[in-house]
């Protein structure tokens, strides 16, 4: 009964797409019928039911690690530009690789695997078979019309078309360089089976884009994912990928949780929808999204001053241990690294590598890797900084320098244990 009365009436069938050097033999064709149901609700941190990141017209950040980003912090970055004090980063051969990803061709495998597509884009697949692209942008420019705002300075690794199989688009926030127009219409026209999950106010603009296969969530909220597989006998398809799969239903649950951070599009909708990071589980297997997000405010400080001298006691926000607490713990992190300097300006919205690790702690992440960083030059740090400085970082809280919190080639795929 629960099920009847909680479901969102969010049907969908559609053939399993199967990439193209599959092409070519006959098999039963596989069909998915997918359901969003709300889940049952689990404890939440006492805070939450406060709602105190929603505001009058829009939403904020409720904690004493939050300082305004805002329209003085873009004037700073423009001033220092003019002033000659800005670092402008080299991107021109920015000795990242890009290869070429290759996706599982079944459902059937036995790890959890992850393949960066650049920036903050991750696709996950997991053990029970499900499948979820998180924050996908695949155009050469991370602004309005793909025409205005920074250019890729490391080529997209493929395009929406060419990842085989998508359940589900997990986004964390509007901004250009997590959201894309022509990448998620033309993920929505391929996969027409996939459900996006947003976080609150964005399904409007999913739904002017034409995508109605959408669920928006407050942080803290839950919903239960249902991919129950069913074949028609003799169908000829195109393609014999899955003819292997179960036929058991794949489940899953979706998490909205909080980060601190900002949304916008244009100049008139600061922070009117909702940001956020996502906590995925399906069947034992648990994946956290850490999506955009700062920890700590640091002010201006002298020039070469480190900021995380322990004489500095700066407030962090308190939201990536409660996510720990109530969801963790998780088997794989996708933290953010990139996107900090000047810290003065940008820390409170873009955490750096020493502040991703701290959130791979709070969280209790057994492994992380490293997004945001290497595809768009967003701010002033050299582009090779970020993995240079998450070694630093890992060593500094005592962790190995690889195999724990990794960065990864674009393109390239790794692969992990899950209980
Ligand atoms: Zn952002």
């Known amino acids: 009964m629960r099920g009847l009365l909680s479901r969102l009436a969010v049907r969908a069938t559609s053939r399993v797409h199967i990439p193209s050097r599959m092409m070519g033999s006959t098999t039963t064709q596989v069909l998915y019928a997918l359901t969003v149901a709300t889940s049952p609700k689990r404890p939440v941190p006492e805070d939450a039911a406060l709602k105190s990141h929603h505001a009058a017209s829009g939403f904020r950040n409720p904690w004493d690690s939050w300082r305004d980003v805002n329209f003085a912090s873009l004037l700073e970055v423009v001033w220092r530009r003019i002033t000659g004090k800005a670092n402008v980063p080299d991107a021109k051969s920015p000795g990242i690789k890009v290869r070429k990803p290759e996706f599982l061709t079944t459902r059937n495998h036995s790890k959890l695997r992850a393949t960066w597509l650049g920036h903050a ?36 690794p493929c395009k929406p078309e060419d990842i085989p199989v998508i359940d589900a688009v997990v986004i964390s926030h509007n901004h250009y360089d997590h959201l894309s127009y022509h990448t998620v219409s033309a993920l929505a026209k391929k996969h027409s089976n996939c459900h996006f999950f947003v976080p609150l106010g964005n399904k409007q603009w ?137 810290r003065y300006v940008w820390s409170s919205a873009h955490g750096d590598p020493h502040d991703a690790v701290s959130i791979f702690k709070d969280t209790k992440c057994k492994k992380a890797l490293g997004i945001h960083w290497g595809t768009w030059v967003l701010t002033e740090e050299d582009v090779l900084e970020p993995p240079q400085k998450l070694k630093t970082a890992l060593r500094r809280f005592g962790l190995p320098e690889t195999g724990v919190f990794d960065t990864v080639d674009i393109g390239e795929s790794r692969e992990f244990d899950t209980e």
């Open 121 to 156: 884009c991750y696709h996950v697949e997991f053990p029970s078979g499900l499948r979820v692209l998180f924050d996908p942008v695949l155009e050469e420019h991370c602004g309005p019309y793909n025409l205005l705002g920074p250019k890729r300075f490391t080529e997209a």
């Open 206 to 342: 999913f739904e002017r884009c034409g995508i109605e296969k959408v669920t928006e969530l407050d942080w803290w909220d839950e919903c239960d994912v249902t991919l129950s597989p069913s074949s028609q006998e003799g169908t000829k398809v195109e393609a014999a990928g899955e003819a292997n799969s179960s036929t058991a239903d794949i489940k899953a649950r979706f998490s909205c949780l909080p980060c601190q951070h900002v949304s916008a599009r244009t100049p008139f909708d600061r922070n009117k929808t909702l940001w956020c990071s996502w906590a995925i589980e399906s069947e034992g297997s648990k994946v956290y999204f850490a999506g955009d997000t700062g920890y700590r405010p640091v002010p201006k400080l002298p020039e070469g001053e480190d900021d995380h001298d322990s004489k500095y006691d700066f407030p962090v926000c308190p939201a990536f241990k409660q996510v720990g607490e109530y969801r963790g713990p998780f088997d794989l992190g996708l933290i953010p690294i990139g996107a900090y300097a000047p």
